[in-house]
């Protein structure tokens, strides 16, 4: 099972993109999902808002130190869209 079955890669990037052009206030098309969270502006504060907006509009816990772990727009959504490691 994926963490956000009912979502690809491509759509919960392009998810998290258009989420950080709002709170960062910029065009959509000026962020490359590539390039890290902190050099776009994204703080602790910012942080705790993708866990929150994440968990509510996608489904999906997040915790702050997965963003610092992934922090990209496309390795977060690499890491959401990824299989759950099998419970032992």
Do not use: K, Y
Request: proline share 9%; with cysteine; glycine share 2%.
């Amino acid at each position: 099972m994926n963490r956000a079955p009912q979502s690809s890669h491509a759509e919960i990037v392009e998810w998290l993109v258009d989420f950080l052009a709002e709170i960062l206030d910029v065009p959509a098309h000026e962020i490359d999902p590539a390039t890290p969270l902190d050099a776009l502006g994204v703080d602790s504060a910012t942080t705790l808002v993708i866990c929150a907006r994440v968990r509510d509009e996608l489904h999906v816990p997040v915790r702050p130190r997965d963003v610092l772990d992934h922090f990209t727009a496309d390795a977060l959504a690499r890491h959401l869209t990824a299989p759950l490691p099998a419970r032992v």
